[in-house]
């Protein structure tokens, strides 16, 4: 489909700010592809409120940064706090169990072998990706209709980082009741890290590598909307996107 009318001139490509290459014009020949259905869009809202909660409420479980006035005895406010981080933390799991589900039942650009960088293209792509990044030859990236290497490569890590924080954070949930289920499951996470401080350590650190993503993802994603035109934000909306029917992909 057009997103003008075949009579409309078509406004001069001006050039990208620190992009190395002409911005697509607003307006042209355009068509629209379906990219995420709706339970990826979900789990991708549901997970990032999570995290969001589970930071701020971890933060604080860890060193209580504000306390209410009165009589300690009348408010339940560290209790709050922390109902509120472990209903994050069964939210962020959910999601998890339904990304892990249509790894294998999704379309082509949900599937595992759209998220995972496991092929050899993949990894010549990712450092012509990278060389966009730093304004090496970007006019040699790759075009991608999903995630492109640096975002599969990316995403595996912060994936994995989840399966760290859920993990320690049931083993540190597991101390709370002793003999219990959690403490049953988990309770190898301590011995293996050389004690409960430790993983308490680690999974205060990783709290703040998620704090350092979630700038860097949302940057990244205005970037793409904004200066490339690539309907990075609006298609986790709308769970699909407007490109160039010039355009060739490497997954399309």
Known sequence: MTAAGASAPRPQRRKGFALGHDVPPPTGDYHWVYLWEWPIRVMHWAAALSVL???????????PYFVTGGDTSSHYLMGWVRFLHFAAAA???????????????????????????????????????????????????????????????????????ALVQVITGFALYGQSDP?????????????????????????????????IFIPIHVYLATRADLLERGGTISSIISGGRFVPSNQKFVDE
């Open 53 to 63: 909660i589970l930071a701020v409420t971890g933060l604080y479980i860890g060193r």
């Open 91 to 161: 939210i962020l799991v959910a999601t998890a169990i339904v990304r892990g589900y249509w790894l294998f039942v999704g379309n082509k650009y949900e599937r595992w072998k759209a998220l995972f960088p496991i092929r050899r293209s993949d990894w010549i792509n990712l450092v012509k990706q990278v060389k966009y990044y730093l304004l090496i030859h970007p006019e040699k990236a790759p075009h991608y209709l999903g995630h492109n290497p640096l975002q599969q490569l990316s995403y595996t890590a912060i994936y994995g980082l």
């Open 179 to 211: 003999g219990g289920f959690f403490f049953a499951v988990f309770g190898w996470v301590g011995p293996l890290l050389g004690g409960m401080p430790v993983v308490r350590f680690v999974h205060h650190v990783a709290t703040w590598a998620f704090l």
